[in-house]
C-alpha cells in the first residue's frame, strides 16, 4: 500500500521558515517525479515545486528563490525547504508522486502552513 506522509507544516511569523517532508512508502521512490502542491482556504490547489529522478527541478514563480525542493533517496523522502515566507504562502502542502514508467500517481494527505504574526 502506497503512502505519502507530509509533516513539518505549522505557524511561523512572516520572513520565517519551515522545512516541510514527504516520507514515501509502498513504491520504488527512485522511479517517482515528486512534487508540492498547495490549496489556500477558499482557493484551487496549485503547483509549488516538481523534482525528477533526475534531479531536474521547476519551481512556481511565486516561489522561486525562497522554496527549494529536494529528495533523499536513502530515506525515501521528498523535502520543501521554505524561506521568507510570507502570509499569502498560508496553504495546506500536499506531497504528490507521479511514476515515470505508468499511470500511477498518489498523493499524501497535507500538513497545514499558516504564516501569520
Known amino acids: 500500500q502506497v503512502q505519502l506522509v507530509e509533516s513539518g507544516g505549522g505557524l511561523v511569523q512572516p520572513g520565517g521558515s519551515l522545512r516541510l517532508s514527504c516520507a514515501a512508502s509502498?513504491?520504488?521512490?527512485?522511479?517517482?517525479?515528486m512534487s508540492w502542491y498547495r490549496q489556500a482556504p477558499g482557493k484551487e490547489r496549485e503547483w509549488v515545486a516538481t523534482?525528477?529522478?533526475?534531479?531536474?527541478?521547476t519551481n512556481a514563480e511565486s516561489v522561486k528563490g525562497r522554496f527549494t525542493i529536494y529528495r533523499d533517496s536513502g530515506k525515501n523522502t521528498v523535502y520543501l525547504q521554505m524561506n521568507n515566507l510570507r502570509p499569502e504562502d498560508t496553504a495546506v502542502y500536499y506531497c504528490k508522486a507521479n511514476s515515470d514508467y505508468g499511470s500511477s500517481i498518489y498523493w499524501g494527505k497535507g500538513t497545514l502552513v499558516t504564516v501569520s504574526s
Open positions: 523534482i525528477r529522478r533526475t534531479g531536474d527541478i
Open positions: 509502498g513504491l520504488t521512490f527512485s522511479l517517482y517525479t
